[in-house]
């Protein structure tokens, strides 16, 4: 039998893997302000984090424009909260792959992978991010 979660516990449970507050957001929209793929994304970040904030997470799982984020994090810089929402917007986006299914990267894949250009760190983020 699958598990299913709840929109509010996915939500919570975004929530505590950030270790992120969105209740502190101001909406001030700095961090949309800097964004550079404003243009891209159905919601922005102030939006997005607002949504988080409201337990609009389905509509944020649904979106594609989730998977336009650059992840260049202009939007934690500038917000003078700290609410940082490129680790929500990340977030949204592992639950959405976890939610599919998402185990492309096996531990036994991972020496053909090993490149000397590619940052471990990069390595091993996608390692955490694509298996469950």
Request: charged share 25%; hydrophobic share 35%; aromatic share 4%.
């Amino acid at each position: 039998m699958e598990n299913i979660m709840t929109p509010q516990a996915i939500t919570e449970n975004i929530i505590r893997i950030t270790d992120i507050n969105p209740r502190k957001c101001m909406k001030c929209g700095k961090c949309t302000a800097s964004c550079p793929a404003y243009d891209e994304m159905e919601f922005h970040p102030h939006q997005f984090v607002d949504m988080i904030t409201n337990g609009r997470v389905e509509e944020l799982l649904a979106s594609k424009g989730i998977h336009h984020c650059l992840s260049c994090f202009a939007c934690v810089e500038r917000c003078p909260r700290s609410v940082e929402p490129a680790k929500l917007i990340e977030a949204v986006r592992v639950t959405l792959l976890r939610q599919q299914g998402v185990t492309a990267l096996k531990p036994e894949e991972v020496p053909e992978l090993i490149d000397n250009e590619l940052p471990q760190q990069a390595l091993m983020a996608a390692f955490r991010k694509y298996r469950k």
